[in-house]
Every structure is written in structure tokens, then in C-alpha cells.
């Protein structure tokens, strides 16, 4: 049988009550609703009208005690628990919708699991992000925040700050705006050497680097207020310098960094061929 809770207004006399709390006989708690969802949840929260929240809510004069909603797993057991394992799931925020049978299809989910050996006050987690595709009733991981502050998105083998996992060609990056302004991307680095790399955009082909763009600190380190850019390709797996803009504007090639050899100046005017003949 369940058991209920029962609230109510009315006279001294007369209790006008209804069942707003139900405790199944399965264990479950059930607020707002007398059945269950078809769903193994030990807590059940049903309102039809405009709402249907929890609220957690906490007035206290410290800024660093906020209300706070807590998620804990271990292994073992509940009288002699054991430490959790690499990957193991500790916490999961799951949203479900009715499919025209039943609410127990995941459209997208958050979890929180461990990324790294557990120990004594020593727990590396992870923030996986899932999403259901069309067509689909299962969420599949679309991103990840790993333990060492690593984002990768459709990938879950991260080695940079930002990993994108790309199958489809026209696919990539986009930043924009229907305003009139313009957009920047920037790498801003307190480099105390001339000619340290700044900023570097480098194509590999199928995992070898092959073409290079470098934004270089210039040659006064004390302003730091001047650049150079240089231009990389490989040939036979070797990278190379093949053009350098200086911070004055001119050009030099194929390594020779030079000022006094560089390409700065130009004149108008008809250029003239002069073909001769000199025998051997």
C-alpha cells in the first residue's frame, strides 16, 4: 500500500484535503502526483500548471556558502564504501521528453565522471557533454572539459587547450555577426626575446606539419611594439623559411633575415629586356 501525505485547508470543523505527497510502495517518492512516471526515481516531482521546479535556497552571510546541489558515488557498498576508478560516472543532470509512449528517451545529458586515478584528497574529474541526434535515442559526447582544463569537442582524446574533431570538409570555425563590425582573433604573449614566435598557425597533412604562418616579436624588447610575420612550407618533411615581412615592410627569402638584403622599395616606370649573345 502507499503512504500518504495529506495537506489541506477548510473550517475548524472541516478539512478539505487532497494527497500531495505519496510514498509508494516501491519506496518512491512522488510530490504532486500519485503514480509514477513509469520511471525508477526514487523522487518524483510533477506540477502541470506553470512551474514544476525545485528550488534550493540559502541565506547565510558568507560568500563562499551558496546552495548547492551535491552528487556522490563510490564503490563497494553502502556500509563499506570504496574509492571510485578512472572514468567511473559520478554524477549525471539527464533530459528526457515523451515520445508518444514513455519519458525513457535521453535527448541530452551532462556527466560528471573521474579522469584520472582517485586517491586520498586526490579526485580528477571531467564534464562530459551528450546530445541526441535525430533520428536516434541515444545521447552521443559532443564535448568534454577534462581535469587539466582541456576542452575538446567531438573528440574525447584531448591534447591541446582547444581540440575539435572534424569528419566533414567546409566545416570548422565560424565567427559572426549581422552588425556592422568586424571580428579578432588574437594571441597576446609577453615574449622577452626578439623574434620569439607569438602567434603560430601551422598546417599538418595527415599529422606532419607542412605550412607555417609565425607572428614574431620584433627587435625592440623593451617597447615591444614592433612585429615581423614569416611565411614556412616544407620540402621533403623540412620546414623552412621562404618569406619574412619585416616590422619596416620589407621582404626577405628563403632564410635570410637580413635588413640590408631586404626587398623594401620599388620604382615605376617601363621595364626594358636585353637580350645578348656571347660565344663560347
Request: aromatic fraction near 4%.
Amino acid at each position: 500500500a502507499d503512504n500518504r501525505v495529506i495537506t489541506g485547508s477548510g473550517t475548524a470543523n472541516t478539512l478539505n484535503g487532497e494527497s500531495n505527497v505519496v510514498i509508494d510502495s516501491s519506496g518512491r517518492v512522488l510530490v504532486g502526483s500519485t503514480s509514477s512516471t513509469a520511471s525508477d526515481s526514487v523522487l518524483q516531482v510533477r506540477q502541470d500548471s506553470s512551474g514544476g521546479n525545485i528550488e534550493v535556497i540559502r541565506s547565510y552571510n558568507d560568500a563562499n556558502t551558496p546552495a548547492r546541489v551535491r552528487f556522490a558515488n563510490s564503490r563497494g557498498t553502502a556500509a563499506s564504501p570504496a574509492v571510485v576508478a578512472n572514468g567511473d560516472d559520478l554524477g549525471e543532470l539527464r533530459f528526457t521528453g515523451h515520445d508518444g509512449t514513455d519519458y525513457n528517451n535521453t535527448a541530452a545529458s551532462i556527466i560528471a565522471a573521474v579522469d584520472g586515478g582517485a586517491a586520498a584528497n586526490d579526485m580528477p574529474g571531467r564534464l562530459e557533454f551528450l546530445t541526441t541526434a535525430d533520428g536516434a535515442n541515444t545521447p552521443t559526447e559532443r564535448m568534454r572539459i577534462d581535469s587539466s582544463g582541456n576542452v575538446g569537442i567531438n573528440t574525447t582524446s584531448i591534447s591541446n587547450r582547444l581540440e575539435i574533431a572534424n569528419s566533414t570538409s567546409d566545416k570548422g570555425i565560424l565567427i559572426k555577426s549581422t552588425g556592422n563590425n568586424y571580428h579578432t582573433i588574437c594571441g597576446d604573449a609577453n615574449r622577452s626575446q626578439a623574434t620569439d614566435n607569438i602567434l603560430r598557425l601551422d598546417a599538418k597533412w595527415n599529422g606532419t606539419v607542412v605550412g607555417r604562418i609565425r607572428l614574431i616579436a620584433g627587435n625592440d624588447t623593451t617597447n615591444k611594439d614592433d612585429g615581423i610575420i614569416a611565411f614556412d612550407t616544407a620540402s621533403g618533411g623540412a620546414m623552412g623559411e621562404r618569406m619574412r615581412i619585416l616590422s619596416s615592410g620589407g621582404l626577405t627569402f628563403n632564410g635570410d633575415t637580413a635588413a640590408a638584403n631586404a626587398f623594401d622599395d620599388y620604382e615605376e616606370g617601363n621595364l626594358s629586356w636585353h637580350l645578348a649573345k656571347t660565344n663560347a
